[in-house]
């Protein structure tokens, strides 16, 4: 009788390997492809890099670029609540809605009159996943001295790299699909004789 063989064993990593993790965010653009894993999760396929010789990069627009988009920045000096919980839903990829978001930002702002205790988090966690660097100054001191501009960047910011603001984050995974499903693959050289 034979004995069941052991799995395969991965080859040991070399002490030079360097992981090369997923692309941060999901860019929404028409270049990006969807692929669905086995789980069924969405994920785009990008050009991954490496963490440990990626420098961080500017943001798009300055802080006081607010002139630039007078839309974004009348949502956020009008109704800063609900440019927060934009942010915020995009940022935790859905996981928490722009309504959950932006009421926890209103009753921080009316028990502790400070709400970039909370909102200060958001622009670490945007910075972290588009290795964006920390300008002017830490992102604490820049959501409470410059409230509104920050928040106003940040909305660009994801505008910027693709994403329809106003349909959060299962809108644009929507959309995506759409885009992804009407334009059909590009079809690579066949073979030449």
Not at 153 to 161: A, C, G, I, T, V
Not at 164 to 191: C, D, F, L
Request: net charge negative; proline share 8%; hydrophobic share 30%.
């Amino acid at each position: 009788m034979e004995e069941p063989s052991a799995p395969p064993q991965p080859p040991p990593l070399s002490s030079d390997f360097q992981r090369t993790p997923t692309t941060a965010g999901f860019p929404v653009s028409t270049a990006s492809i969807i692929n669905q894993n086995n789980s069924g999760s969405v994920r785009p396929t990008t050009a991954s890099c490496d963490l440990n010789s990626h420098s961080p990069v500017p943001w798009s627009s300055g802080l006081c670029d607010c002139c630039d988009d007078v839309s974004s920045c009348c949502l956020t000096c009008w109704c800063p609540c609900v440019a927060f919980g934009r942010i915020a839903e995009i940022v935790d990829r859905g996981s928490t809605s722009c309504g959950v978001s932006g009421a926890l930002y209103t009753l921080i702002l009316c028990v502790t009159g400070c709400s970039c205790l909370y909102s200060c988090f958001y622009r670490s966690k945007l910075r972290g996943q588009y290795f964006l660097e920390e300008s002017p100054c830490t992102d604490c001191c820049v959501h409470c001295f410059c409230q509104e501009c920050a928040l106003c960047q940040e909305y660009r910011e994801l505008k910027h790299h693709g994403f329809e603001m106003s349909i959060g984050w299962h809108g644009n995974v929507e959309r995506q699909k759409r885009i992804a499903a009407t334009n059909p693959p590009a079809v690579q050289g066949g073979m030449t004789r």
